[in-house]
């Protein structure tokens, strides 16, 4: 895999992945993997989605969404967030949220941590990613092309939704080391490094 070029003069609209990209998460995995039986090799969500007991299923859903809730309730804005949030408002790009949290979880998060984000995306809606259909259908309903969308995150699964999608993208890396750098589009530090990124482009273009 590779990344999509990033021309930031094209770019209308600026969309985030939610959990430790515009607010923390504390989710612990490594405890839900172990609660539910999931392997290390398989995407958890998929794991759970495949199990074959209707109750079982129903039982680790709760399990997951009860942690998700939980950690709602201790998030907190990640730095440079709500500045960011407010320089896209300011400069009229379009943005939203597209997560692999739970809907009830997520609309919790963001009403917590007081976002202004007016198209929110999750697991329910369309299938998670790395699959790119959300940020596929983000760019149809805003009638923009993919290459006028940029996808920001902090993983994997960020990076590899907007290629799938034809999409550039933006690895926020907190200032830590991170083996799949070299497929994203632009790395930065912290979000408002990609503020600055931004500011820097539109006073000269």
């Not at 709760?62 to 320089?87: K, Q």
């Not at 697991?123 to 259909?133: C, L, T």
Request: aromatic residues 8%; negative net charge; contains cysteine.
């Amino acid at each position: 895999m590779s990344y999509v070029p990033l021309n930031i003069n094209h770019i209308k609209a600026i969309v985030f992945d939610l959990d430790n990209t515009l607010v923390t998460s504390d989710m612990d995995f490594a405890w839900l993997r172990e609660q539910l039986g999931c392997p290390l090799s398989s995407d958890l969500l998929s794991y759970v989605d495949d199990i074959e007991c209707s109750e079982e299923r129903a039982r680790a859903h709760d399990v997951i969404l009860n942690h998700e809730l939980e950690d709602a309730r201790t998030s907190h804005p990640m730095p440079g967030c709500l500045s960011i949030l407010e320089f896209i408002h300011s400069n009229h790009f379009l943005t939203a949220v597209i997560t692999r949290n739970c809907a009830e979880a997520t609309d919790q998060k963001i009403a917590h941590n007081r976002l202004n984000i007016p198209r929110v995306i999750t697991r329910e809606h369309f299938p998670p990613k790395p699959s790119p259909d959300a940020l596929i259908a983000l760019a149809q309903e805003w009638q923009l092309q993919c290459h006028q969308v940029l996808y920001v995150g902090d993983f994997l699964y960020d990076l590899q939704a907007a290629f799938n999608a034809k999409m550039p993208s933006c690895l926020v890396t907190h200032g830590k080391e991170v083996a799949f750098s070299e497929q994203a589009s632009l790395v930065v530090d912290h979000l408002h490094d990609l503020e600055d990124f931004i500011s820097r482009h539109l006073i000269h273009a």
